[in-house]
């Protein structure tokens, strides 16, 4: 078992406020990981979604979801480490409830494949141990380059 804080996260992962959203990692056991991510208010995303009804965007518990992800990638494989990861596809994702400010989702995602540059990973976000999202993601690596840019990949979304 493995736990990570933030500072450990960031040295790991591209991600920089306001787009980190792993907080800890508080298991890494083998095929598997567990992660948390603090919902708050200040959050730049609840000003628009919903204003008087404050609503975390599914696309952002995806992402949070794929950032856990790719943690669990660079801890199996360690020729990953300064590659970037991209998601590639999202397979059955599903919503079941809403997640709000002053809640803490908790991430367990399982590596069902991992390749030399691919990975599958199924997880779920639980918010006091009942489903708030499920999804199985796909994400591919790539070399960076001069520049710190990626190497040629048509629109990616970084993970």
Same mark, same amino acid.
């Given at each position: 078992m493995t736990s990570l804080d933030v500072q450990e996260i960031s040295a790991v992962l591209p991600h920089r406020f306001p787009f980190l959203m792993v907080d800890r990692?508080?298991?890494? *056991? +083998?095929d598997r990981i567990v992660g948390l991510k603090n919902v708050t208010v200040n959050e730049p995303h609840f000003n628009g979604h919903f204003p008087g009804y404050p609503v975390m965007p599914g696309v952002l518990?995806?992402?949070a979801m794929a950032q856990v992800s790719g943690i669990l990638v660079g801890s199996m494989a360690p020729h990953t480490r300064g590659r970037i990861m991209f998601l590639a596809s999202i397979e059955n994702a $599903?919503?079941? $409830?809403?997640?709000?400010? +002053? *809640?803490?989702?908790l991430i367990e995602m399982k590596m069902l494949r991992l390749k030399h540059s691919a990975a599958k990973i199924h997880g779920v976000a639980k918010v006091d141990g009942t489903v708030a999202a499920e999804a199985t993601l796909m994400c591919t690596l790539t070399d960076r380059v001069a520049g710190g840019q990626p190497a040629a990949v048509a629109e990616p979304l970084m993970v």
């Amino acid at each position: 078992m493995t736990s990570l804080d933030v500072q450990e996260i960031s040295a790991v992962l591209p991600h920089r406020f306001p787009f980190l959203m792993v907080d800890r990692i508080v298991e890494i *056991d +083998g095929d598997r990981i567990v992660g948390l991510k603090n919902v708050t208010v200040n959050e730049p995303h609840f000003n628009g979604h919903f204003p008087g009804y404050p609503v975390m965007p599914g696309v952002l518990i995806i992402e949070a979801m794929a950032q856990v992800s790719g943690i669990l990638v660079g801890s199996m494989a360690p020729h990953t480490r300064g590659r970037i990861m991209f998601l590639a596809s999202i397979e059955n994702a $599903k919503f079941r $409830k809403p997640v709000v400010p +002053g *809640d803490q989702l908790l991430i367990e995602m399982k590596m069902l494949r991992l390749k030399h540059s691919a990975a599958k990973i199924h997880g779920v976000a639980k918010v006091d141990g009942t489903v708030a999202a499920e999804a199985t993601l796909m994400c591919t690596l790539t070399d960076r380059v001069a520049g710190g840019q990626p190497a040629a990949v048509a629109e990616p979304l970084m993970v």
